[in-house]
């Protein structure tokens, strides 16, 4: 008889010999505190703790005004959604928050789904459904969930270097000029922190007849007059024919979401397994997501304090000669490269400091490119990133990791 729990455990050892086994950090946010958080240890006892890795990047998750709507939403509607939109039917806050969403992306119509990654894996393969014979053109640090739903549908696909739009244009010259063709690109890349040039990537679409598809869940809120992303702050939201985004990062609640073409929403709803067979969000996760985004369209100060407080960070660190990896987002990346040290660097912050940042290893980074992953909020006082700074500047010495010269 095979032996199942041996291939699990097998599994799990090769993991944990790699140096890269997880261990979950058990934490209550605090209401109203936000970046704070309690962390309950492994043997019971409490230890205060602030928060360095979140994607809530402007706290919205603890906004009043988001808190209030949800409250009002279960005391009026209750908990669950109670099946699918098209077996239970759908709530007011649902066709609003689409209609905002809409909105704020400039296009005619939206389309939520239970997660970003549900949005990107069920409008990839379903595209691919609907135009017969698409080539994708892919770049190489898309998420999991766009590479997920581009093999999923099939069809043929190219992957493109990073953020290489020469490569890219090669690849596009190459295909059937009659065929149909998409090309699927983020706006922010979480883990380095760059950008894409949306301005470039847009006028190889336009040359080559291809649909865009950009997924902007690292942007949404963050940037733009309105917050919509990149592609509003870069003028470009009306030549971009797909924007994914999320509810659960800048946005502070849960979900994922599509804007486009009223034609391309409706097929996506008409034909997309991932939204068809899944329960809808509850009530008050999208009563809560509205507000925010209501919210968010008009705080242009709390963007303009990220981004502050963001350079902020960096500056403190590279002060310290600590490895700060180029970015010209709110991502700030450290480079460990070494994922054993990564990794006692994040234990000894949490245990010894009450820092808590997650060590970011293979195979969310490529192996040699492991790293700690900051995301500093509007919330950090000059008080935390003192903390922070001086406890990262000890830990380095003390596990021996890589320093760059300090900025002058």
């Known amino acids: 008889m095979f032996d199942y729990q041996s291939a699990f455990e097998s599994a799990v050892e090769r993991v944990r010999g790699e140096g890269r086994y997880r261990v979950f950090a058990d934490l209550k946010r605090v209401r109203g505190a936000f ?15 602030v928060v360095w890795c979140s994607n809530d990047y402007l ?19 209750g908990a669950g959604a109670g099946g699918t939109r098209n077996i239970s039917g759908t709530t007011r806050w649902h066709v609003d928050l689409e209609a905002e969403l809409a909105d704020w992306h400039g296009k005619a119509a939206a389309l939520l789904f239970t997660s970003g990654y549900v949005a990107n894996e069920a409008t990839l393969s379903t595209l691919q459904r609907l135009l017969p014979g698409l080539i994708v053109f892919s770049d190489s640090l898309n998420h999991a969930s766009m590479i997920a739903g581009i093999r999923h549908g099939g069809c043929e696909r190219h992957i493109f270097a990073h953020n290489d739009l020469e490569h890219l244009e090669n690849l596009l010259k190459a295909a059937p000029a009659d065929a149909p063709k998409l090309i699927a690109f983020e706006s922010v890349y979480s883990m380095d922190g760059d950008i894409a040039d949306l301005a470039g990537t847009v006028a190889l679409a336009r040359k080559y007849g291809a649909l865009t598809y950009l997924d902007e869940v690292h942007a949404v809120g963050l940037y733009g ?10 003028g470009l939201m009306e030549e971009i024919d797909i924007i994914e985004g999320t509810l659960g990062k800048a946005i502070g609640v849960m979900g994922g979401y599509i804007a486009g073409s009223a ?5 996506i709803r ?26 968010l369209k008009q705080a242009r100060n709390l963007r303009l304090d990220h981004q502050a407080r963001a350079a902020e960070l960096k ?29 006692m660097v994040s234990d000894l912050l949490l245990d010894e400091h009450g820092i808590y940042v997650q060590p970011i290893n293979y195979p969310t980074v490529p192996k040699g490119t492991e790293r700690l992953r900051f995301t500093p909020s509007p919330d950090h006082d000059d ?18 990791v890589a320093r760059r010269p300090a900025a002058a």
């Open 35 to 49: 970046p704070r958080a309690v962390r309950r240890r492994p043997d019971g006892s409490e230890q205060d703790v």
């Open 59 to 77: 706290g919205m998750g603890q906004n009043p005004v988001v808190l209030d709507a949800m409250q009002q939403a279960i005391a009026e509607a």
């Open 225 to 234: 007059d309105r917050g919509a992303g990149i592609a509003e702050r870069e």
């Open 263 to 267: 034609a391309l929403v409706d097929a």
């Open 270 to 295: 008409l034909w997309a397994p991932g939204f068809i067979f899944t329960t809808a969000l509850p009530p008050a996760l999208t009563a809560g997501a509205l507000a925010s985004v209501r919210y």
């Open 315 to 343: 500056a403190r660190l590279m002060s310290q000669g600590i490895p700060v990896m180029p970015s010209v987002s709110h991502i700030v990346p450290v480079l460990v490269g070494d994922p054993v040290h990564c990794k």
């Open 383 to 400: 008080g935390m990133m003192e903390a922070l700074v001086t406890a990262m500047d000890r830990l380095w010495t003390h596990c021996n």
